[in-house]
Nanobody, 130 residues
Framework: QVQPVESGGQLVQAGGSLRLSCAVSGRTSTWLAMGWFRQGPGKERKFVAAINWTGRRTTYDDSVKGRFTVSRDNAKNTVYLQMNNLRPEDTADYYC???????????????????????WGQGTQVTVSS
């Protein structure tokens, strides 16, 4: 099993920056990709960004492209989400998730649904004030 644990969420003003961390324990050699999702109040959980197991490929939702950056530190088994130029609409609970099983016929860029990920953290809250 793989266990992600998120941290770093807090209240920030619009235009500010935050870095979320996702510490991954367990069988870390088995994960194929790590994804970040977010869920606002009364909304469904949505894809934000992902990084593949080599760290060489990343993908982003259009709403965060150019503002958010996903990265990983193999030595620390940690994945990061650097969020810049935050907007009130970025307010949400942010979740880190691990994909450990190949989705047949679908590549890295295509696996963006919550169902494409196998292990989830508990989430960290980000609030952006206007």
């Amino acid at each position: 099993q793989v266990q992600p644990v998120e941290s770093g969420g807090q209240l920030v003003q619009a235009g500010g920056s935050l870095r979320l961390s996702c510490a991954v324990s367990g069988r870390t050699s088995t994960w194929l990709a790590m994804g970040w999702f977010r869920q606002g109040p009364g909304k469904e959980r949505k894809f934000v960004a992902a990084i593949n197991w080599t760290g060489r490929r990343t993908t982003y939702d259009d709403s965060v492209k150019g503002r958010f950056t996903v990265s990983r530190d193999n030595a620390k088994n940690t994945v990061y989400l650097q969020m810049n130029n935050l907007r009130p609409e970025d307010t949400a609970d942010y979740y880190c998730a691990a994909q450990t099983v190949w989705r047949t016929g679908r590549g890295f860029e295509e696996t963006r649904a919550p169902a494409d990920y196998d292990y989830w953290g508990q989430g960290t809250q980000v609030t952006v004030s206007s």
